[in-house]
């Protein structure tokens, strides 16, 4: 496998990662609509928490992804 080959790879992986991640936070968004005045504010904040977390994983997830990128043209230039 080539080094161009490797590095598409990792870019599916994260994509696929980052769809999960998203998938997952707008899941708790539209749980917490639902539920707002049913939840416990542990619950609620806890659920906050979570959200904020999911936020810095996209940014990761993100960052990681345009580096990757970068190697990928860099890697054709070179071809």
């Known amino acids: 496998m ?3 080959d490797g590095l598409k790879e ?3 992986s ?3 990662w980052l769809g999960i991640v998203v ?3 707008l899941a ?3 749980w917490l609509a639902a539920n707002y005045s049913k939840t416990e504010l542990w619950l609620i904040i ?3 928490l979570l ?3 999911f936020a810095i994983i996209v940014f990761l997830i993100n960052k990681k992804m345009r580096k990757i990128i970068k190697k990928i043209y860099e890697t054709k230039k070179e071809e």
Do not use: E, N, P
Request: hydrophobic share 50%; proline share 0%; charged share 20%.
């Open 2 to 4: 080539s080094r161009l």
């Open 10 to 12: 990792d870019l599916k």
């Open 14 to 16: 994260l994509r696929f």
């Open 23 to 25: 998938a997952s936070f």
């Open 28 to 30: 708790i968004i539209s």
């Open 46 to 48: 806890s659920s906050c």
């Open 51 to 53: 959200l904020l977390i």
